[in-house]
């Protein structure tokens, strides 16, 4: 079976209702909105999946929790491949330690708002461009902050302060769907708290103070919105080949370098993060902090749509050390080469903006294949062996080279 997932309208339903009318893939589409149906689930879930003729689509399945075991057994009985695609805007998935054991049996995609590339259809490879080291020259984007608000949800290119408030409400009941905390009156409060702090690493005393809302709650809070696909942790990258020794928030590797543990904290969208924050154009030019901040975000998700399809398949990382040197993104394939992405808001660049990915290239040795500061010019340039800066509109242009 196949599990498609993600925040809702990304476009995930359209998406099943194409493959399930094609010649090739067609299948029968049933959803749970459709009350006769989530009754008949409730009622009894392993006899509404014995009752079903496959292959099937079935839509909003988190509004049945007890719907995957049920498939999980019928797939145990009868493992033959095609038989379930499910869709969900939660995530439906049990602990990792029985997930861990579904690794045969179930394919996992993420469904994100539309990515550049997407929106202007035109293929994008810059990961697998980065890690072959054959990026191509880029111009500027005369339109960059128009794009951080408008984000990628489809049904926001014509972004519109109206659709996201609905969204945010839509979400709540999701949200209370998967939770028994009825008042969530203050999780709109704590969403555009995220939003304002979106970069920073994950800092629950800080989010709690900030928003007048108890440490505990806001960690129940916070795993609702990721959950629900709103919220976003990078991790921080780990020196594999080394051994380490931890202290707290911070990692010791053998050569003495001291790492912050902590992860990153995004939103899945900029253009929801800009809505939150009552952001126009205007006035993310005039605040340089969040500009920064919210570009570092754009970035951030557009790198994560691209691993989606990446032939390099890579993780998604941050890397800082206690001394203050980072690098805001680092990618890391299956086999451990990794590469590096600084973003700058500004449109010049200097040899200081490379420091973390120096340090970053000094600790991962020979694994490290390539380094770029990402800018809001229009010029390429190189600065040093596998080191160079480019525009950010490089991420959304096709590279020639890449694989």
Same mark, same amino acid.
Request: net charge negative; glycine share 8%.
């Given at each position: 079976?196949?599990?498609?997932? /993600?925040?809702?309208?990304?476009?995930?339903?359209?998406?099943?209702?194409?493959?399930?009318?094609?010649?090739?893939?067609?299948?029968?589409?049933?959803?749970?909105?459709?009350?006769?149906?989530?009754?008949?689930?409730?009622?009894?879930?392993?006899?509404?999946?014995?009752?079903?003729?496959?292959?099937?689509?079935?839509?909003?399945?988190?509004?049945?929790?007890?719907?995957?075991?049920?498939?999980?057994?019928?797939?145990?009985?009868?493992?033959?491949?095609?038989?379930?695609?499910?869709?969900?805007?939660?995530?439906?998935?049990?602990?990792?330690?029985?997930?861990?054991?579904?690794?045969?049996?179930?394919?996992?995609?993420?469904?994100?708002?539309?990515?550049?590339?997407?929106?202007?259809?035109?293929?994008?490879?810059?990961?697998?461009?980065?890690?072959?080291?054959?990026?191509?020259?880029?111009?500027?984007?005369?339109?960059?902050?128009?794009?951080?608000?408008?984000?990628?949800?489809?049904?926001?290119?014509?972004?519109?302060?109206?659709?996201?408030?609905?969204?945010?409400?839509?979400?709540?009941?999701?949200?209370?769907?998967?939770?028994?905390?009825?008042?969530?009156?203050?999780?709109?409060?704590?969403?555009?708290?995220?939003?304002?702090?979106?970069?920073?690493?994950?800092?629950?005393?800080?989010?709690?103070?900030?928003?007048?809302?108890?440490?505990?709650?806001?960690?129940?809070?916070?795993?609702?919105?990721?959950?629900?696909?709103?919220?976003?942790?990078?991790?921080?990258?780990?020196?594999?080949?080394?051994?380490?020794?931890?202290?707290?928030?911070?990692?010791?590797?053998?050569? /003495?370098?001291?790492?912050?543990?902590?992860?990153?904290?995004?939103?899945?969208?900029?253009?929801?993060?800009?809505?939150?924050?009552?952001?126009?154009?205007?006035?993310?030019?005039?605040?340089?902090?969040?500009?920064?901040?919210?570009?570092?975000?754009?970035?951030?998700?557009?790198?994560?749509?691209?691993?989606?399809?990446?032939?390099?398949?890579?993780?998604?990382?941050?890397?800082?050390?206690?001394?203050?040197?980072?690098?805001?993104?680092?990618?890391?394939?299956?086999?451990?080469?990794?590469?590096?992405?600084?973003?700058?808001?500004?449109?010049?660049?200097?040899?200081?903006?490379?420091?973390?990915?120096?340090?970053?290239?000094?600790?991962?040795?020979?694994?490290?294949?390539? /380094?770029?500061?990402?800018?809001?010019?229009?010029?390429?340039?190189?600065?040093?062996?596998?080191?160079?800066?480019?525009?950010?509109?490089?991420?959304?242009?096709?590279?020639?080279?890449?694989?």
């Amino acid at each position: 079976m196949v599990l498609l997932h /993600g925040a809702r309208q990304t476009g995930k339903t359209t998406l099943a209702k194409h493959i399930a009318q094609t010649a090739a893939h067609r299948a029968q589409y049933l959803t749970l909105n459709d009350a006769s149906v989530l009754d008949a689930i409730r009622t009894d879930p392993v006899a509404f999946v014995g009752r079903l003729q496959s292959p099937v689509v079935l839509d909003d399945v988190q509004r049945a929790p007890d719907l995957l075991p049920a498939i999980l057994a019928e797939v145990d009985r009868h493992p033959s491949p095609g038989r379930f695609l499910l869709i969900g805007s939660t995530n439906v998935l049990p602990p990792p330690q029985i997930s861990e054991s579904l690794a045969d049996r179930i394919e996992i995609l993420t469904l994100h708002p539309l990515s550049q590339g997407e929106i202007e259809s035109v293929p994008e490879n810059f990961i697998d461009a980065l890690f072959a080291d054959t990026l191509s020259p880029a111009g500027g984007c005369d339109d960059l902050i128009a794009r951080i608000l408008r984000g990628g949800y489809p049904s926001a290119l014509d972004p519109e302060r109206a659709w996201f408030d609905s969204y945010v409400t839509t979400v709540l009941g999701d949200i209370r769907g998967l939770s028994d905390i009825d008042a969530l009156s203050s999780l709109p409060r704590l969403l555009a708290l995220i939003a304002a702090r979106t970069a920073g690493l994950l800092n629950f005393m800080d989010l709690a103070r900030g928003s007048g809302i108890p440490q505990t709650t806001v960690k129940r809070y916070f795993a609702l919105l990721e959950a629900t696909f709103l919220a976003r942790l990078v991790p921080a990258w780990e020196n594999k080949t080394e051994p380490s020794l931890s202290q707290g928030v911070v990692e010791k590797t053998k050569s /003495g370098q001291r790492l912050i543990k902590a992860p990153k904290l995004y939103l899945n969208d900029t253009g929801l993060a800009a809505s939150r924050l009552g952001l126009d154009e205007e006035r993310l030019e005039r605040d340089a902090g969040l500009k920064a901040a919210l570009l570092e975000n754009f970035v951030g998700m557009e790198l994560e749509k691209q691993a989606g399809w990446s032939q390099a398949n890579p993780k998604l990382f941050h890397f800082r050390t206690a001394g203050g040197q980072k690098v805001d993104f680092v990618l890391e394939n299956p086999v451990g080469d990794i590469v590096g992405i600084e973003v700058k808001a500004g449109a010049t660049v200097d040899d200081r903006d490379f420091s973390g990915l120096r340090a970053l290239a000094a600790l991962a040795g020979r694994r490290f294949l390539n /380094g770029v500061v990402l800018h809001t010019g229009s010029t390429r340039d190189a600065f040093g062996q596998r080191l160079h800066a480019a525009p950010v509109s490089a991420l959304w242009q096709s590279h020639a080279g890449g694989v």
